[in-house]
């Protein structure tokens, strides 16, 4: 019966089309959430292309990580508001996998890309006197463009094998972007091996950079406390807890979610672990990382005063 019917040339996004009445509230919430994070993560990219004492490795690996939140708050949230203007949004086969194909690619840079800044930041704490020789430019340059270039790769890979799967109907996707696993279950064929494979990648993709993260963040407590400075102690735990908890809620639903492919979840649950690691993270990484930062802050008054003498002149 399913390989008499006709193949699907478009979805349906249903969004949070089971809650009517909270449309429009939504609406709003998530258009200040998406102009805030695109604002604040501008902010970050254009202080650190401007100012040189700046284009240091962690800088430059908070630059990109904006880039990423950025890029990857763009391909979601546009569509979202969209859904929540209306009561059914369609969206073509060929525009529902290019969403997912950069989905996977921004979110798994993002993936290798907060790793190699912990590492960064490990090596800065508890081996400050060698720093300068472990992440040298050329260390620097292969790790950024490794988490790149792997983002990449696994976007390709899982997007061409979910779009090469049959889709013979329904075409309703329950939920607020073309995620792989929303996708998956509109597959009209035996999806087993991919959820093999999405399984394994996720344990690599998301499961050992998280691992090595809170490795890291292990040893750098234990340098924090030998510090003799009580006030240093307790403004370096401040701040590891705040990226802890940006690192756990991003790798903790997204793996979640990508674990198990066709998990036991709600459609609304699986909606809620979405936007916490493509609303919440993007919105969160620039103040956790960067607004916090007291160079960061000097940076940008030193522009602020530069722009306003501009004005005065």
């Not at 790149?148 to 997007?159: D, E, R």
Request: proline letters at 4%; hydrophobic letters at 50%; a positive charge.
């Amino acid at each position: 019966k399913r390989q008499n019917q006709s193949s699907v040339v478009e979805f349906i996004l249903l969004g949070f089309s089971n809650f009517p009445e909270l449309q429009e509230q939504l609406f709003g919430v998530f258009l200040a959430v998406y102009l805030v994070t695109l604002m604040g993560n501008a902010i970050i990219i254009v202080i650190i292309a401007l100012e040189q004492t700046l284009h240091v490795p962690m800088y430059l690996f908070l630059q990109n990580l904006s880039v990423v939140d950025m890029s990857f708050s763009a391909v979601i949230m546009p569509e979202m508001l969209v859904v929540l203007t209306r009561e059914k949004t369609s969206i073509s086969f060929v525009s529902c996998f290019a969403q997912m194909y950069f989905i996977l690619f921004f979110g798994g840079t993002e993936c290798f890309l907060l790793g190699a800044m912990a590492y960064d930041r490990f090596a800065a704490i508890c081996h400050p006197l060698s720093y300068p020789m472990i992440m040298n430019k050329r260390v620097f340059m292969k790790l950024l463009i490794t988490s790149w270039a792997l983002g990449f790769m696994l976007g390709t890979v899982q997007t061409s094998w979910v779009s090469s799967f049959p889709f013979c109907g329904p075409n309703e996707i329950n939920h607020i972007s073309c995620e792989t696993p929303a996708v998956l279950e509109l597959a009209c064929a035996d999806t087993f091996l991919f959820e093999i494979y999405a399984f394994t990648g996720t344990i690599l993709i998301i499961m050992v950079p998280f691992v090595l993260i809170l490795l890291s963040y292990i040893w750098i407590l234990f340098a924090i406390l030998r510090m003799p400075s009580a006030t240093g102690r307790q403004k370096a735990f401040s701040t590891c807890a705040s990226h802890l908890t940006s690192v756990t809620l991003f790798y903790g639903t997204a793996s979640m979610t990508y674990l198990q492919p066709k998990s036991g979840y709600s459609p609304e649950t699986k909606k809620l672990m979405s936007l916490s690691y493509s609303l919440l993270t993007p919105l969160l990484n620039p103040l956790i990382y960067s607004f916090r930062n007291s160079e960061m802050k000097r940076a940008l008054m030193k522009l602020w005063r530069r722009r306003v003498d501009l004005h005065t002149f």
